[in-house]
DNA sequence: CTAACTGTAATATATCACATAGTACACCTT
DNA sequence: AAGGTGTACTATGTGATATATTACAGTTAG
């Protein structure tokens, strides 16, 4: 059984998209630490793409530490990590940059876009959790 | 003369690294309105890249709505843009939510999340406005 | 043990984005 | 007329993406 659901949209990589729809599953908890994952043959037919695109969305999400591995077994669902230094520079310093600089060229302030951070980290998690 | 500054990484288009150099120059006042902007064979030759690359880096600029063509003359810093709905949406509800997915599976708090954008919102900009 | 499942690896093919090189044309200023 | 501007086109090479197919080692269930 797949435990999450994808739109798949033009102009953006199939295992990237994958990659992030399970992302999205695990920080809602739709995808629990421990809970059996997919395998690449079962992704594969599900979703109608090819093994190989299914086997690097694995490759992915274990090299991001999303995923483990049982050898002859398949993957399992991991505990959720923690940032290192170079992965909060990565968002704090560069990505965050990047939408202040977007939302400034467009003349959206910094309220309304507060607001929707805001509103994004509620809606994935129904317990508004910090 | 550039009027912005490039630090070229692996992995990502060079147009595209340049198209948000001029964002981010545009942003933080280093190019105002009415601004002059390099031509396309002066950007080739002082970034050391190929003349199409340098248009192409113009005609995104230009589609986006940051630079206004002055036929046979060059190009000119457009005043700043206002987010269409189809634009504002996808902010809020894509780019936004894709940082704060990333966040909670790095277990990266709300709080420290804000804390960046309230610093990088008056990095670019001295005068710490909305 | 065997069959059926797991992740993983390798080869091959086709398509597209990216960056380069080079040439050409219409437009405008000096 | 000369030299600048944006723009368009062909061509080449490289790499990422996705496909198809085959194969192998590890594990489990019968």
Redesign the interface.
Known sequence: MINFTIKFQYGIPLYEQIV?AV??A??SEQLKPGDQFPSVREIARELRINPNTAQKVIAHLVREG?LEIKPGIGSVVSE????TNA??DK???D????????????????????D??????K???EKGE?
């Open positions: 992030y992302k999205k695990i920080v999303l959720l990590g923690i940032a992965q909060r968002i704090f310093k990505e965050v940059e990047k939408l202040v600089v977007e939302c400034k060229r467009l003349s959206i302030t910094k309220k309304e876009f507060i929707a951070v805001n509103r994004n980290w809606l994935d998690n910090e």
